[in-house]
T-cell receptor
């Protein structure tokens, strides 16, 4: 069974600090996605990474896909209270073909205090 | 239109009630999903519809019954639920092939409480 393990599970930091969230697997993924979910809302797609070694930037967020396509990281620079939420990585498991099925990591709850 | 709309936003139902959750999208996505999410946990897949046909049922109890009337609509019929079924129910849509890398678009969810 393919698993995505996220760390840390919980993170509480002050505004202005930097942080990194990790998403690791022992399996190769064809792509990985990152979502952010605010309380009472559905997850919102932030980015999809496809190519091993790929780096994508979205304002203060930097996403990296490992060379072997088994891991990914999300780095936030100068965190703001608006970054508070549950961060989820997700990817299509082997054999999911054209079903659209995704498996999710356990999530990282981030709290940024003003 | 880049939204997935779910109704109702909140629902309280008794264990003997029958209710339905509704989901609508107009993005031309041909895959639609139901997920269940408990507090501070990741979403758990329940059902996948691909081209309006049920393609995945993740061993969900029969008290949950999905329906896909057309390519834009997805329903989840609820009957004889248990208090442990209380959760946030999320609908999502996407292109059927995740290799297309467009990702899911989620609705805001229905917060269900079973009393």
């Amino acid at each position: 069974t393919q698993l995505l393990e996220q760390s840390p599970q919980f993170l509480s930091i002050q505004e202005g600090e930097n942080l990194t969230v990790y998403c690791n697997s022992s399996s190769v993924f064809s792509s990985l996605q990152w979502y952010r979910q605010e309380p009472g809302e559905g997850p919102v797609l932030l980015v999809t990474v496809v190519t091993g070694g790929e780096v994508k930037k979205l304002k203060r967020l930097t996403f990296q896909f490992g060379d072997a396509r088994k891991d990914s990281s999300l780095h936030i620079t100068a965190a703001q209270p608006g970054d508070t939420g549950l961060y989820l990585c997700a990817g299509p498991p082997d054999g999911s073909g054209n079903t659209g099925k995704l498996i999710f990591g356990q999530g990282t709850t981030l709290q940024v205090k003003p | 239109d880049t939204e997935v709309t779910q109704t109702p936003k909140h629902l309280v139902m008794g264990m003997t009630n029958k209710k339905s959750l509704k989901c609508e999208q107009h993005m031309g996505h041909r895959a639609m999903y139901w997920y269940k999410q408990k507090a501070k946990k990741p979403p758990e897949l329940m059902f996948v519809y691909s081209y309006e046909k049920l393609s995945i049922n993740e061993s969900v109890p029969s008290r949950f019954s999905p329906e896909c009337p057309n390519s834009s609509l997805l329903n989840l019929h609820l009957h004889a639920l248990q208090p442990e079924d209380s959760a946030l129910y999320l609908c999502a849509s996407s292109h059927p092939d995740t290799r297309s890398n467009y990702g899911y678009t989620f609705g805001s969810g229905t917060r269900l409480t079973v009393v």
